[in-house]
């Protein structure tokens, strides 16, 4: 007998596709919306004079979110201060302790304004003159003795005061909150909204300007003062997870009000993460 019959089968196709979003592009700005910072060679004419005490170091400086991708913020400021080759302050120079005056009070902060005032009035009263010593070379041995003593003070001072020049900057406490890693980070995601991924690209105030202190002393002169901005941003497409390159400073305690906790960083701004919904 012949039997006839064929194999059984059946067969079924399916896709998925995914347009990939844009790609995250940030810029800084001055305030005329022209890309980079106004520094100070730009608003002072750099081939006629020197910087001085009380100059503008940086101009009122915005960041520019120059594409439509929902992104995580955070920026940097970090003073770098030379005496020639020599580096008196950068990012890893560690707090300056002034010295002590009977009775007055070392200031913490370029905002303590009082004890700066004082503090400066009490260094500047007991620097040593030359004409309080004998003439000849007694004297001058007597002089540079005592003014190398205060110099040491004064340094010190000079110091604190360049060291804590971006305490200065004023960002908005409501928009940004600072981490102990030195980077200040917006408190949300830029562009997200109550729809599905979005945003319109603009700008966002940073800071209105940065000076050099107006109680710097004379031994800061030729001083190189460079203060650096970085300002970065990415996804904050997956920021929930390990793999994200800003997943572990995301779960600091002092950020954990705005990107969550070390479970996972996904609750509030980051749980924008999980239906790329707010």
Known sequence: LGVSGAWFQDRDTGNSEAQLGHAVNVR????????????????????????YPGDVIVGTTKLQMASTSPALIRMKVTPLVKEGDTTKVDASTPAVTLDTFEGVTSPTSLQDAENLKKYYEKLMSVAPVRGDYKNGTEG?????????????????????????MTTGLKLKADKWILANDGYWYYNTVYGAVDEKSAATPATIDLFNEAKLSGYLTN???????????????????HADEAEHPWNTALQAAELSALYGTAEGANTTVCGYNANREI
């Open 28 to 51: 800084l700005q001055d305030a005329d919306g022209n890309n980079g910072v106004k520094g100070w060679s730009t608003m002072y004419d750099s081939t006629k004079t020197y910087a």
């Open 140 to 164: 001058d041995t007597e002089f540079t003795a005592a003014y190398n003593t205060w110099k040491a003070k004064a340094d010190k001072w000079n110091l604190f005061l360049l060291q804590n």
């Open 219 to 237: 031994e800061v002169a030729q001083w190189k003062v460079t203060l650096q901005l970085e300002v970065e941003a990415i996804q904050a497409a």
